[in-house]
Each structure stands twice: as structure tokens, then as C-alpha cells.
């Protein structure tokens, strides 16, 4: 007999499967609204924010949508393989779980951007009615079949460093692509 027989189910595809899903609805609002935003807003927070370094507002600005839908797709290699690895171990995974944090806090994230802002910023509609709850949904199903791993301050910087550090590298992996594409 199973030890976890006794405890609940954590349902292992939509706990686990289930990141994959959220992230993906995620970030279709995000590369549906990036460009737009891009062009509209980033000029007017330049204005307000004067101290901000130019090369930030440079970086934002250069982004176009094919090179962000490549990262997003970049990303959701990472993600697949965060919440395949979920799967396989019915959500016991280190890589899982960090992922799964890093993906509730960057949503909180969205909206801190969007209040810093003072607007609509890409993926803050589906962060607080998609992200943050699929997020809890998630980790209080993992809590209750007793595979959650104990959460402490360093895994919340984990988790944050996680999400920085692939996002970091699907831009990264999606400018060298798009190089290599004009290069041809």
C-alpha cells in the first residue's frame, strides 16, 4: 500500500499539468497587449520617471512582439518542463514547487507594476484572477496530500529568483534568435 494512499488526492494533472495551463492563458495576454503597451506606455512612464537609466527604457522599447513571443515560447519549455517533473513525481519536485511559487509571486508582481504605474500593465488581468489563485489552489492541494514542502523565507526568494532567472534567459535565448534570423 501506497503511504500517501490514506491521504487526499492532489489530482497530479491539474495540480501539476494544471501550471502549464495558467501560465499558458498567462502569457497569451501578455503577448497579446506587450507591443501596444510597449508603444503607448513606455513613452509616458519615461516622462514621469526621469530618473529611470535610459538603457531600461531602451530595452523596453526594443522588444518587439515576434522576439517576445519567442521568449514567451522559450519559457514555456521551462514551464512544460517544471510541470512535467510535477507530474512524474506527483508534486513532490523541488524544480515544481519553485516554479509553482515563482509563478504565484510573479503575479503578485504584475500588480505591483501596474499600481507603480498606475495602470494597465501585460498580464495583470489574469495575475489576480488566474495566477494568484491557481497558485494557492495549487500549493493547498499539494499542503493537504502532504507533498508541500514547508515554506520559508529563502523559498520565496527562490521562487522569485527562479522566475527572474528564466525570464532572464528566454529573452536572452530570444534575442539571440531573432540576431541569427536577421543575420540570414
Known amino acids: 500500500m501506497n503511504a500517501y494512499a490514506s491521504r487526499p488526492s492532489i489530482s497530479p494533472s491539474a ?21 501596444r503597451w510597449s508603444r503607448t506606455r513606455v513613452p509616458v512612464l519615461r516622462e514621469r520617471h526621469p530618473g529611470v ?29 517544471a510541470s512535467a517533473d510535477g507530474y512524474r513525481t506527483d508534486g513532490r519536485s523541488a524544480f515544481y514547487q519553485t ?7 510573479h503575479g503578485l508582481v504584475h500588480v505591483a507594476q501596474a499600481a507603480a504605474t498606475r495602470g494597465y500593465t501585460p498580464g495583470v488581468v489574469t495575475s489576480p ?13 499539494l499542503r493537504r496530500a502532504g507533498v508541500l514542502r514547508p515554506t520559508r523565507a529563502r523559498d520565496i526568494v527562490s521562487g522569485l529568483a527562479l522566475a527572474g532567472a ?3 534567459a528566454s529573452h536572452a535565448v530570444a534575442r539571440r534568435i531573432r540576431r ?3 543575420a540570414r
Do not use: K, Y
Not at 56 to 79: C, K, P, Q, Y
Not at 99 to 105: A, K, P, Y
Not at 129 to 141: E, I, Q, S, Y
Open 15 to 35: 495540480v501539476t499539468l494544471g501550471l502549464f495551463a495558467a501560465w499558458a492563458v498567462h502569457d497569451l495576454e501578455e503577448v497579446a497587449t506587450v507591443a
Open 99 to 105: 516554479s509553482l511559487n515563482g509563478f504565484g509571486l
Open 129 to 141: 484572477l488566474l495566477v494568484v489563485p491557481f497558485t494557492l489552489w495549487a500549493r493547498g492541494r
Open 53 to 81: 537609466p535610459d538603457r531600461v527604457w531602451r530595452s523596453m522599447e526594443a522588444v518587439n512582439g515576434r522576439e517576445f513571443a519567442t521568449a514567451v515560447a522559450v519559457m514555456g519549455l521551462i514551464v512544460a518542463a
Open 180 to 182: 541569427a534570423a536577421s
Open 166 to 168: 528564466a525570464t532572464a
